[in-house]
T-cell receptor, first 115, second 113 residues
Framework: DAGITQSPRHKVTETGTPVTLRCHQTENHRYMYWYRQDPGHGLRLIHYSYGVKDTDKGEVSDGYSVSRSKTEDFLLTLESATSSQTSVYFC??????????????FGQGTRLTVV | KQEVTQIPAALSVPEGENLVLNCSFTDSAIYNLQWFRQDPGKGLTSLLLIQSSQREQTSGRLNASLDKSSGRSTLYIAASQPGDSATYLCAVTVSNAGNMLTFGGGTRLMVKP
């Protein structure tokens, strides 16, 4: 299994509080991603990173920010948590196996509940 | 915008049956297509990766095909077992700018003993 660790695995937080989720990889992969998974919506990209300090927005980035200060760590921050951000969050990594070919690997997920 | 659709959304079959899961995508300009398995409450496990230049990939009882021009992929599972029960997701990579995946909604498979 790819070395991806998400922390915490479960969290309950109150509306309006900031929350940070951490993704740590041991594979030295260049690309890292945060997705959220919701019933009826499937998996949607929040933010991604293509290198240290290089990040960009995904499909559902409003209310989220990210940081990547080291190759191995990618942090997702909910600035002020809302009930609509209750979800399961997945971190993924990928790297080029050969030209134009990347394979993605996923972490075990973080279940976040905003009350 | 790329859209990925998986049909059926749910499938229940008796053990031993051969089955086919379908995935379609609207933009044929893809780099890769990946099939994943997700067990309840777990992360995604990569099953097969098909490069855009390939027609199929095989791993054990699994065979995935890709017809890029028609925007379709199928996952064939031979001799299904109860342990195959899970949700199967397909995803495509459409750009090498960030290599992001666009996912289908998944097919929930139940294999009955």
């Amino acid at each position: 299994d790819a070395g991806i660790t998400q922390s915490p695995r479960h969290k309950v937080t109150e509306t309006g509080t900031p929350v940070t989720l951490r993704c740590h990889q041991t594979e030295n992969h260049r690309y890292m991603y945060w997705y959220r998974q919701d019933p009826g919506h499937g998996l949607r990209l929040i933010h991604y990173s293509y290198g240290v300090k290089d990040t960009d927005k995904g499909e559902v980035s409003d209310g989220y920010s990210v940081s990547r200060s080291k190759t191995e760590d990618f942090l997702l921050t909910l600035e002020s948590a809302t009930s609509s951000q209750t979800s399961v969050y997945f971190c993924a990594i990928s790297e080029y196996a050969e030209a134009w070919v990347t394979e993605a690997f996923f972490g075990q997920g973080t279940r976040l509940t905003v009350v | 915008k790329q859209e990925v659709t998986q049909i059926p959304a749910a499938l229940s079959v008796p053990e031993g049956e051969n089955l086919v899961l379908n995935c379609s995508f609207t933009d044929s300009a893809i780099y890769n297509l990946q099939w994943f398995r997700q067990d309840p409450g777990k992360g995604l496990t990569s099953l097969l990766l098909i490069q855009s230049s390939q027609r199929e990939q095989t791993s054990g009882r699994l065979n995935a095909s890709l017809d890029k021009s028609s925007g379709r992929s199928t996952l064939y599972i031979a001799a299904s077992q109860p342990g195959d029960s899970a949700t199967y997701l397909c995803a495509v990579t459409v750009s090498n700018a960030g290599n992001m995946l666009t996912f289908g909604g998944g097919t929930r498979l139940m294999v009955k003993p």
